[in-house]
């Protein structure tokens, strides 16, 4: 049996690379179920000397390159500079690896996997378009730090609702994305599954979380479906359309 493909987006001044770090709780949940496919954004803003020191190890330092899918210009008007060469790449990237069943995404990310989301499940003659491409509509999508596409010409990607099943992280204290932000984009999906912690603006790390996403993904990956224990112990963190808030 084929496994299911889930497309994983980092945010604004990531690469593939460290998102795949920042995203280890949701990779240790799926393991080996599902094939992951980290992308790197194709817009370059530059080098960042971190050390990773909280993620893996104190003593590795690395020297990361900062990628984005499109710089946010405001002047007179909105502009998200870059996003052309991003709809490409995702084209070209659906059509040669998909079909995707989910999409994981975060921050900037988590605002393309709606774009991405949008685009297949309502193909129009917008100003932003992904092509000719032959792809089903997304099946889910895992959000982390979420907001819109705050451009007036792309609000009519927001006009249809989003039928799709999603899970929403959101951290009560992220400076980065307000959690209002995040709430208006909740507020275009159907039936959304709502996972609030005390934080900021990370993927969680602990079991909670854990739990609550394998109970969300084992709907489309059934090889998850082994723990019965972890996925009744998740049913009471969080539930569609309710709110589960994590310490």
Same mark, same amino acid.
């Given at each position: 049996?084929?496994? &299911?493909?889930?497309?994983?987006?980092?945010?604004?001044?990531?690469?593939?690379?460290?998102?795949?770090? %920042?995203?280890?709780?949701?990779?240790?949940?799926?393991?080996?179920?599902?094939?992951?496919?980290?992308?790197?954004?194709?817009?370059?803003?530059?080098?960042?000397?971190?050390?990773?020191?909280?993620?893996?190890?104190?003593?590795?330092? %690395?020297?990361?390159?900062?990628?984005?899918?499109?710089?946010?210009?405001?002047?007179?008007?909105?502009?998200?500079?870059?996003?052309?060469?991003?709809?490409?790449?995702?084209?070209?990237? #659906?059509?040669?690896?998909?079909?995707?069943?989910?999409? #994981?995404?975060?921050?900037?990310?988590? *605002?393309?996997?709606?774009?991405?989301?949008?685009?297949?499940?309502?193909?129009?003659?917008?100003?932003?378009?992904?092509?000719?491409?032959?792809?089903? &509509?997304?099946?889910?999508?895992?959000?982390?730090?979420?907001?819109?596409?705050?451009? &007036?010409?792309?609000?009519?990607?927001?006009?249809? /609702?989003?039928?799709?099943?999603? #899970?929403?992280?959101?951290?009560?204290?992220?400076?980065?994305?307000? /959690?209002? !932000?995040?709430?208006?984009?909740?507020?275009?999906?159907?039936? &959304?599954?709502?996972?609030?912690?005390?934080?900021?603006?990370?993927?969680?790390?602990?079991?909670?979380?854990?739990?609550?996403? !394998?109970?969300?993904?084992?709907?489309?990956?059934?090889?998850?479906?082994? *723990?019965?224990?972890?996925?009744?112990?998740?049913?009471?963190?969080?539930?569609?359309?309710?709110?589960?808030?994590?310490?």
């Amino acid at each position: 049996m084929t496994k &299911p493909k889930i497309l994983c987006l980092h945010g604004f001044g990531e690469n593939a690379e460290l998102f795949k770090i %920042r995203s280890r709780n949701f990779r240790a949940v799926v393991g080996d179920t599902a094939d992951l496919v980290f992308l790197d954004g194709p817009v370059d803003i530059g080098s960042l000397h971190m050390t990773t020191g909280g993620l893996v190890d104190a003593s590795i330092a %690395r020297e990361f390159t900062n990628l984005g899918w499109w710089w946010m210009r405001r002047g007179r008007s909105f502009e998200a500079r870059g996003i052309g060469k991003t709809m490409d790449l995702i084209s070209k990237v #659906l059509t040669e690896q998909g079909p995707f069943d989910g999409i #994981l995404g975060f921050s900037q990310g988590a *605002s393309l996997a709606i774009v991405i989301s949008a685009l297949l499940a309502n193909p129009s003659d917008g100003p932003l378009s992904l092509g000719n491409v032959d792809h089903p &509509p997304i099946k889910f999508l895992v959000l982390a730090g979420a907001f819109q596409l705050e451009v &007036p010409e792309y609000e009519y990607l927001y006009k249809q /609702p989003f039928t799709m099943p999603s #899970l929403h992280m959101v951290g009560t204290y992220d400076t980065v994305v307000d /959690p209002e !932000r995040s709430k208006i984009v909740q507020g275009y999906f159907d039936s &959304p599954d709502i996972f609030e912690f005390v934080g900021g603006h990370f993927i969680p790390q602990s079991p909670k979380c854990a739990r609550v996403m !394998r109970a969300f993904l084992t709907q489309f990956i059934p090889a998850l479906g082994d *723990s019965e224990n972890e996925q009744s112990t998740a049913s009471t963190d969080v539930a569609a359309g309710a709110v589960a808030v994590s310490a």
